[in-house]
């Protein structure tokens, strides 16, 4: 500097130095200035010093505030971005757009809204209330919570005004000097929300339309408690007083003894295979009104993990319907009864005529005769079949158990089967030995019909098999044909009483003695189906519990 003549200055220069007896870090600004007296030769320098340091430090932290200070910021304006609302933020008296979020932008998606006014960018809420009450927002501060709001708004610019409904909160902003400055919008829009409810709430108002032209119950029963959930039919159907809770217990009590045990087990083994179930039973009603007659359709609903949560169902009263079936089942049962004493005395005096014309010489009359007792047989049978109805109906069929071998039983069957059928090919194998304890004459009838049905419903000269085995526990008995078969939707049916396959009109029948079969099968506690396939063939089976 003494040589050049040069001044230097430095400002906010950071020196380390002792001062009060501690390290310091201090910011000063200096000058140096030559100072030349003659000839332009540097005699002396003069040296001004600034302490800056409380300055600097100043500044620094103004610095410090204002980058929280724009973090903070872009930290509230990412949230509004990314916030599951429509967020806007509308500003000054104009209420301008300042700020869209993304999912107010959805709401609008062709509008252009950032920077105009609210009034410009969606005039038609004008003549809005919505208008008014954004002022008074506005004026008062108030914060204002809309819920399903109608506001009939355009999503684009010159697109149709749809009625549209919203959930919103209007918030005022204030600023600076606590004096509002525009107006937060937080807003949902619940239109197609709204539509789905109504939609629901449609199909709600036809289905108990319908609920209630079919005059079915409905119940609900939640797994793990004994509440019932009941409509006001099955309260009826119930006779349950107004009010009164009903539960699973009461309602079980309900059905009559000598049903509860099957319902119960019925409904049961429908929800632990995922099942529809169908139950009748007869029901003595809580308020000691007349007895009645109830078919009760559910199934069980499960979890995720298949576990049951609630069973629900529908109950119909069908106590007429089967006063009058048990009406008509009693006067088949009378008439059966009375052509049951004339057949007997028909079937003897054939059986003596038949036995003296094996010794006449007219072939004529001893084929005549033959198939007469072939005739008053099948007669006999059908009428036992009437009687065993309507004893079932009436509760009068009871079941005489004995142990016994099927296997003889089968035996005897099929000496029977052979001398009445000529047009079939039957095989009896394998009859394995399979001790049960049943009603002897009434599984003796079930394999006859299982047997007869075969014949009815196959060709002559087709092959029909029996087959008598055991399985785990249990006697199985079927019977296979190559017959006709029967169709997926019918098989579930067949052991309905009165069903009869709709296109075997021809071949004559009534649809009682699978319904019988499957009324002796449950007594005993067993089970009874059919493998089938249209054009192909069938195999009826029953199954017993072994007795060993
Ligand atoms: P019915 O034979 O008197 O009509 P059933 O109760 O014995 O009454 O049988 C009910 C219906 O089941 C029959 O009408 C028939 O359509 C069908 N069915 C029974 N057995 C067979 C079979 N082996 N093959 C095909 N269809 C059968």
């Known amino acids: 500097m003494v040589e050049t003549g040069r001044d230097y200055q430095a400002s906010e220069i950071e020196l380390m130095l002792i001062r009060h007896g501690r390290e310091e870090t201090i910011f000063v600004t200096f000058v140096y200035a030559a100072i030349k007296i003659k000839a332009g030769k540097v005699t002396k320098i003069a040296v001004w010093v600034l302490e800056n340091t409380r300055q600097v430090a100043e500044r620094e932290s103004k610095e410090l505030t204002r980058v929280a200070f724009q973090q903070e910021r872009d930290r509230l304006k990412s949230f509004f971005m990314q916030a599951p609302v429509g967020i806007c933020i509308l500003g000054g008296e104009a209420l301008t757009f300042e700020l869209v979020n993304p999912l107010y932008q959805q709401l609008f998606p062709g509008r252009d809204l950032i920077g105009k006014p609210l009034l410009d960018a969606v005039p038609e809420i004008r003549d809005q209330p919505i208008w008014e009450i954004l002022q008074q927002v506005y004026q008062t501060g108030k914060t204002f919570e809309g819920n399903s709001l109608l506001i009939p708004l355009s999503r684009t610019d010159d697109g149709p005004v749809e009625d549209r409904y919203f959930n919103f909160i209007y918030t005022a902003r204030t600023g600076l000097n606590d004096e509002i400055d525009g107006i937060m919008v937080f807003v949902f829009e619940i239109t197609e929300i709204l539509a789905g409810q109504k939609e629901l709430q449609k199909a709600q108002d036809i289905l108990n339309l319908a609920i209630e032209a079919s005059e079915l119950g409905i119940w609900r029963a939640d797994f793990g408690s004994d509440q019932l959930h009941i409509s006001d039919q099955t309260r009826a159907i119930h006779g349950v007083p107004a009010g009164k809770q009903l539960t699973l217990t009461e309602s079980s009590a309900m059905i009559r003894e000598e049903f509860r045990e099957r319902v119960m087990k019925g409904i049961a083994y429908a929800v632990e295979h995922k099942q529809d179930f169908c139950e009748e039973y007869w029901i003595d009603p809580m308020d000691g009104s007349k007895s009645r007659w109830l078919r009760s359709n559910g199934k069980a609903y499960y979890n995720e993990n298949g576990e049951p949560l609630y069973i629900s169902g529908t109950i119909a009263d069908l106590t007429e319907q089967k006063e009058d079936d048990i009406r008509k089942s009693d006067f088949i049962g009378m008439v059966s009864h009375e052509l049951k004493t004339p057949l007997t005395s028909l079937t003897s005096y054939l059986q ?120 785990g526990n249990e006697a199985r008995f079927s019977v296979s044909d190559e017959g006709m078969g029967i169709s997926p939707e019918d098989t579930g049916r067949l052991f309905e009483r009165y069903y009869r396959v709709k296109n075997n009109t021809s071949i004559s029948g009534f649809g009682i003695g699978l319904y019988l079969c499957a009324e002796i099968i449950m007594r005993h506690e067993g089970r009874i189906w059919v493998e089938s396939e249209a054009g192909k063939g069938s195999v009826f089976y029953f199954s017993l519990s072994l007795e060993r």
């Open 352 to 471: 003596v005529l038949q036995s003296k014309a094996t010794q006449s010489s007219d072939s004529f009359t001893r084929g005549a005769l033959d198939q007469s007792v072939k005739q008053v047989k099948k007669m006999t049978t059908m009428i036992n079949s009437f009687l065993n109805i309507s004893r079932l109906e009436s509760g009068k069929i009871h079941i005489d158990r004995q142990t016994f071998d099927m296997a003889i039983l089968v035996k005897e069957t099929e000496a029977e089967t052979v001398v009445m059928n000529n047009s079939h090919t039957f095989i009896f194998h394998p009859v394995e030995r399979t001790m049960v304890n049943a009603d002897r004459d009434k599984i003796g009838q079930i394999i006859s019909n299982f047997i007869s049905n075969a014949v009815k419903y196959s060709k002559p000269g087709s092959t029909i098999q029996i087959a008598c085995v055991s399985e």
